[in-house]
């Protein structure tokens, strides 16, 4: 009798220990974030897309000022990108640097927004989906599932331990690995110092600034009422930025669109559209759809599959004309 109940007493407590172990995709999602925000690394990445392989080193510390990182190429043209908090600077030996003031600041792991692609109204499925190895470091995978054609899905590789990001895939609507971001060494918890985040690029250039959706002085002035809507929108997403720029003989208007993890701006130029013809180009994941309407160049760039961007540059409106619809 004493056996059977220490047999049943193991089963319920294995039972117990089984659910308190099953982690959420929303739990593993917030470690994510916690970690890309809250821990230093170094390592090695490998970026690969449908026509190319590029190899990365990357070093990212965080301490109480902030975020500094530096990624630089270890294969084809020199090339830097140096991170200083949401100041980020891109750097091609021999050439002119950029900085970018940035609200949406460039991240080489992504954010995900757990309220928008979690909730109600998402127009995603996200699920675990099992196991894997990266890095030689054990990991759980999340997919991130479009409920449509207009968006890019995610498999994301978490690390066990810290539930630092460690690989990231985009695939199309068809399930086509589109492009492909992963760690194939890192060092979690990393020291690193001052010398390793600065720049060793040589001949070094002068710098060129502008603004993006920033109010102010700058080439945008942010938050103004928009000239151009599109007609038709995949649900889901928002209009997040407003900005107009440009000298008084060439005037243009962006806009910029997010669903919380895929987003696309739209460039519409006044009167430059002489001689443009309708194209698309591809760039791993991202698109940039050019074309015209009523004599404006327009350019609808974004991580998003080529039938959106050439959704939304043909069907620009002007405020007057009806409101934009999302599509069912």
Request: charged share 25%.
């Amino acid at each position: 009798m004493r056996a059977h109940s220490l047999i049943a007493a193991g089963l319920l407590w294995f039972c117990c220990a089984g659910q308190l172990l099953a982690d959420t995709v929303e739990q593993w999602l917030v470690r994510m974030d916690h970690a890309v925000a809250s821990i230093s690394y170094r390592g090695t990445l490998v970026s690969a897309g449908s026509d190319r392989i590029d190899t990365m080193r990357v070093l990212h510390r965080v301490d109480e000022d902030g975020v500094r990182e530096r990624i630089y190429a270890l294969d084809g043209p020199p090339r830097e990108v140096l991170r200083d908090r949401d100041q980020v600077r891109s750097l091609v030996s021999g050439q002119a640097s950029v900085i970018v003031h940035n609200p949406f600041p460039t991240r080489l792991l992504p954010r995900i927004p757990l309220d928008e692609i979690l909730g109600a109204d998402s127009v995603y499925r996200v699920r675990l989906i099992g196991t894997g190895r990266v890095a030689a470091r054990d990991s759980r995978i999340i997919e991130i599932l479009p409920l449509d054609q207009y968006r890019y899905g995610r498999r994301l590789w978490l690390d066990k331990d810290t539930g630092m990001l460690l690989r990231s895939a985009v695939f199309a609507p068809n399930g086509g690995i589109v492009e492909k971001l992963s760690f194939v060494e890192i060092e979690i918890g990393a020291s690193i110092s001052d010398s390793e985040l600065e720049s060793d690029l040589e001949n070094p250039s002068q710098v060129t600034r502008y603004q993006i959706g920033n109010a102010g002085e700058g080439e945008f002035a942010s938050r103004k009422t928009p000239i151009w809507l599109p007609k038709s929108l995949p649900k889901g997403f928002r209009l997040t930025s407003v900005g107009h720029g440009g000298s008084e003989e060439q005037r243009y208007e962006h806009l910029l669109f997010s669903d919380g993890l895929s987003s696309f701006s739209i460039y519409i130029e006044f009167e430059s559209s002489s001689g443009i013809s309708e194209q698309i180009e591809s760039r791993g994941a991202m698109h940039i759809y050019t074309g015209s309407i009523d004599g404006n160049l327009v350019t609808v760039v974004g991580e998003v599959p080529a039938p959106t961007v050439r959704l939304i540059g043909r069907h620009l409106r002007r405020m007057h004309m009806p409101m934009l619809r999302h599509l069912d």
